[in-house]
């Protein structure tokens, strides 16, 4: 047997050593839209800064359209580090134990982006974020993907127009309760399914916001897109706390910076999907007039109530207070 001299073992530590010193942090961000939405696009545009501002030092890895994990899997994969950052839509935090994330999912809550903008930058963001630290995930940024419309192959005017269809949903209680409210039967179900369910009749709707029904082609397989913008898609930029808490504190602070400009960012990326809808001649879209409006907003105030305890009463009326809501 040969002996390897001390010297030449020196080197290889040496070499090993280094080339591990240079070994980037890998952070895996999974996502469950298309490339081509606002999520997709902030996602991507946080890769760049953050490889770009540590020097390499840490490599994003952005998995899109539910290609690491689907929602429903996703939260317990960064809770046990498979993955160390996730953008899910707040509404899914309900079945981790957050449901106040659910506020965000009481109907017409929010008139406009600056409502919503007070409420995620104001306490009750910050709040929400505070309720995340005990099952080891932190907070990091709100980002949204827009105003919420409804899909099915009949056309929807009245409220009274959804009695007895299947409408898809995310796993939020407060979501279940709007299809409630409006007689439709609320079925939850991952997003990657929803255009197979679509098309072969599983479910007859959903609720998306023009970015996620474009870029998802539920156009091909949903006849009609009503313009009710009854609530939003919100979502909220989360890491594995104790990967988060790990890092060096000045790739940490480096990559705090890169979110916030991500973030900046991500708002401006609000795109025009329903023109791309209307361009494809598939799907009809239905403008409601302010009357008609009302009476969607009328047969869903419902839903306030019976979520009071739920998303919890002070924080209602401190989200009221803060845009200003009026019955
Ligand atoms: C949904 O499940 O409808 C959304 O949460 C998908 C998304 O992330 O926008």
Redesign the pocket.
Known sequence: MKLITPWVAAVALTFAGSALAQAPIVIKFS???AVNTP?GKGADYFKKLAEERTGGKVKVEVYPNSSLFK?GEEMEALQLGSVQMLA??V??FGPLGAREFEIFDIPYIFDSYDDLHKVTDGPVGKALFKKLESKGITGLAYWV?GFKDMSANKPLRKPEDMKGLKMRI?SSKVLGDEMKALGALPQVMA?SEVYQAMQTGVVDGSE?PPS?FYTQKMHEVQKYLTLTDHGV?E?AVIVNKKFWDGLPADIRTTLEGAMKDATKYAKKEIDDALAAVKASGKTEIITLSPAEKAAWKKALLVVHKENESRVGKDTLDLVYKETGFKP
Do not use: E, T, W
Request: avoid cysteine.
């Open positions: 996502h469950v839209v999520k929602d899910p839509s509404s899914k993907n995310q997003f998306n996620n898609i979502y």
